[in-house]
């Protein structure tokens, strides 16, 4: 195949807009190769004072090279993200190489960044999108203890990395609830940060001890609403609620559980799904 350069669409609120030159590696596999100067817009507020490329952003362009590939992936499509797991930071100042490779029942995105260990690993189906189903209201039963923004800027990051506004409370159903940021326009990868940012509020207030960042090591049975229907169009003017509730911990690793909203009337119209892992930063991945 001759190489080629493709807009990543996922991200493509980002100016100037990312892009990838696909080409086939010596032994056939499909690459795509991001200039670390693409990556820079991605990381603008997010841990101002130690730049990465955001987890859910790195998944979106491993799930945008799986459907820029088509017909050439042997999978019919239409492509989903169901998981990612990251085991190394990707840093805006280098290129980022994605390999793909391909099983019966799925597609296999592996991200390396300078040298031989790869750093993130996504997971891409083949298969139509399930509708996910409405919830029943659940309201806010349990009032903050400290005013909401001030909650949410304890977090590292500074607009437009910045996806939440404030704290609600506790719903009936024992989840932290937290208000979106007001965008003109939000993305399944925004969405997904802003999910992480929240899992990290909850994991602090529940877990005093945790010190220090927390960062994503795994999206996981993530569930996403087709952005592509009317939900898109209404996503400025109707409030995101993220719902979050602590699963389960081991050893350093905290996983929760996110649900996000989009609050209509008479309505709570499912937008994502998922679970996220956190862990604390280590002080050496810093240099």
Sequence with gaps: MQTRDVLLPSLSFFQPRPEARISKSGDGKLRAEIAGDHLAPLCEGHFPDFAVVPGAHLFAAMYDFVVSCGAETEQP????????????????TRDLRLDLSSSPDALTVTAF???ADWIAR???ESRTRQMMECESPATIAVAI????????????HRPPALLLECA????????????????????????????AQAAGLVAKRQLPDTKGILVVVAYDQVELADMNTPIERTLSQCPI???VRMVRTIRNLLQLEVLGVQCLPMADQPLLRLKVTLAPLPTESRT
């Design 77 to 92: 499509g239409p492509f989903v993200p169901v998981s990612c797991v990251f085991r190394g930071l990707a840093r805006p």
């Design 113 to 115: 960044q300078d040298g």
């Design 122 to 124: 996504g997971r891409v």
């Design 145 to 156: 203890g400290m005013d909401g923004r001030a909650a949410v800027s304890s977090l590292a």
């Design 168 to 195: 609600l409370g506790d719903d009936t159903r024992g989840r932290a609830c937290f208000r979106a940021t007001s965008l003109s326009h939000w993305s399944w990868p925004q969405l997904m940060d802003a999910a």
């Design 241 to 243: 609620e993220l719902r």
